[in-house]
Protein backbone atom coordinates (compact mmCIF):
# COMPACT_ATOMS: atom_id res chain seq x y z
CA UNK A 1 0.00 0.00 0.00
CA UNK A 2 1.80 3.00 -1.18
CA UNK A 3 -1.03 5.73 -0.16
CA UNK A 4 -0.37 6.09 3.41
CA UNK A 5 -1.76 9.65 3.90
CA UNK A 6 -3.87 8.58 6.48
CA UNK A 7 -0.55 7.23 8.59
CA UNK A 8 -0.48 9.95 11.53
CA UNK A 9 3.51 8.69 12.27
CA UNK A 10 4.36 8.59 9.00
CA UNK A 11 6.85 11.50 9.21
CA UNK A 12 8.34 9.33 12.07
CA UNK A 13 9.92 6.64 9.76
CA UNK A 14 12.90 8.02 7.38
CA UNK A 15 12.10 7.37 4.32
CA UNK A 16 8.83 5.84 4.88
CA UNK A 17 6.74 4.89 1.51
CA UNK A 18 4.66 1.95 1.82
CA UNK A 19 2.63 -0.76 4.23
CA UNK A 20 3.52 -4.23 3.39
CA UNK A 21 1.94 -7.32 4.05
CA UNK A 22 2.79 -10.96 3.22
CA UNK A 23 0.80 -14.46 4.21
CA UNK A 24 2.56 -17.53 4.24
CA UNK A 25 0.90 -20.86 4.28
CA UNK A 26 3.18 -23.36 6.30
CA UNK A 27 2.23 -27.34 6.19
CA UNK A 28 4.22 -29.43 8.14
CA UNK A 29 3.67 -32.22 9.65
CA UNK A 30 -0.09 -32.62 8.06
CA UNK A 31 -0.55 -29.36 9.72
CA UNK A 32 -1.69 -26.14 7.91
CA UNK A 33 -0.71 -23.03 9.45
CA UNK A 34 -1.31 -19.42 7.87
CA UNK A 35 1.27 -16.57 8.99
CA UNK A 36 0.36 -12.90 8.27
CA UNK A 37 3.41 -10.42 9.00
CA UNK A 38 3.61 -6.60 8.21
CA UNK A 39 5.95 -4.37 6.93
CA UNK A 40 6.93 -0.91 6.81
CA UNK A 41 8.86 0.08 3.86
CA UNK A 42 10.84 2.55 1.37
CA UNK A 43 10.22 0.40 -1.33
CA UNK A 44 6.99 0.55 -3.80
CA UNK A 45 7.86 -1.70 -6.05
CA UNK A 46 5.98 -5.23 -5.50
CA UNK A 47 8.52 -7.89 -6.84
CA UNK A 48 11.47 -6.06 -5.19
CA UNK A 49 9.53 -5.61 -1.74
CA UNK A 50 8.76 -9.41 -2.46
CA UNK A 51 12.22 -10.33 -3.03
CA UNK A 52 13.37 -8.16 0.25
CA UNK A 53 11.03 -10.30 2.45
CA UNK A 54 12.55 -13.60 1.05
CA UNK A 55 15.85 -12.65 0.78
CA UNK A 56 15.75 -11.67 4.89
CA UNK A 57 13.82 -14.87 5.82
CA UNK A 58 16.75 -16.64 4.07
CA UNK A 59 19.36 -14.83 5.93
CA UNK A 60 17.26 -15.54 9.03
CA UNK A 61 16.96 -19.45 8.31
CA UNK A 62 20.29 -19.78 7.64
CA UNK A 63 21.60 -17.78 11.01
CA UNK A 64 19.19 -19.95 13.13
CA UNK A 65 20.44 -23.19 11.15
CA UNK A 66 23.94 -22.52 12.00
CA UNK A 67 23.06 -22.30 15.55
CA UNK A 68 21.50 -25.84 15.93
CA UNK A 69 23.13 -27.25 13.32
CA UNK A 70 26.67 -26.16 13.83
CA UNK A 71 26.17 -24.88 18.12
CA UNK A 72 23.86 -27.35 18.52
CA UNK A 73 22.11 -24.73 20.35
CA UNK A 74 18.71 -26.92 20.61
CA UNK A 75 20.57 -29.67 22.30
CA UNK A 76 22.00 -27.38 25.19
CA UNK A 77 22.14 -28.36 28.59
CA UNK A 78 22.88 -24.81 29.82
CA UNK A 79 19.31 -24.16 31.87
CA UNK A 80 19.44 -22.69 35.12
CA UNK A 81 20.06 -18.86 35.77
CA UNK A 82 21.57 -17.11 33.16
CA UNK A 83 23.49 -19.58 31.96
CA UNK A 84 21.24 -20.37 28.55
CA UNK A 85 21.43 -16.22 27.97
CA UNK A 86 25.06 -16.70 28.31
CA UNK A 87 25.45 -19.28 26.29
CA UNK A 88 23.00 -17.75 23.08
CA UNK A 89 25.03 -14.11 23.33
CA UNK A 90 28.58 -16.63 23.15
CA UNK A 91 27.36 -18.53 20.45
CA UNK A 92 26.32 -15.63 18.36
CA UNK A 93 29.41 -13.74 19.01
CA UNK A 94 31.53 -17.08 18.26
CA UNK A 95 29.06 -17.11 14.97
CA UNK A 96 29.92 -13.30 13.71
CA UNK A 97 33.35 -14.05 14.34
CA UNK A 98 33.53 -17.20 12.01
CA UNK A 99 31.86 -14.89 9.27
CA UNK A 100 34.07 -12.09 9.78
CA UNK A 101 36.96 -14.94 8.92
CA UNK A 102 35.48 -15.90 5.66
CA UNK A 103 35.96 -19.30 5.44
CA UNK A 104 34.14 -21.07 2.48
CA UNK A 105 32.58 -23.46 4.49
CA UNK A 106 31.14 -22.59 8.03
CA UNK A 107 30.59 -26.12 9.07
CA UNK A 108 33.94 -26.43 9.15
Partial sequence: MTDISWLEQKDEWCELKALGMVKSTVTEKGET???TRYFITSLTNLKEFANSVRKHW???N???WCLDVIFREDASRAKEDNSP???NILRKIALNLV???QYKRISK
Fill in 33 to 35: HEF
Fill in 58 to 60: SIE
Fill in 62 to 64: QFY
Fill in 85 to 87: FNM
Fill in 99 to 101: VQA
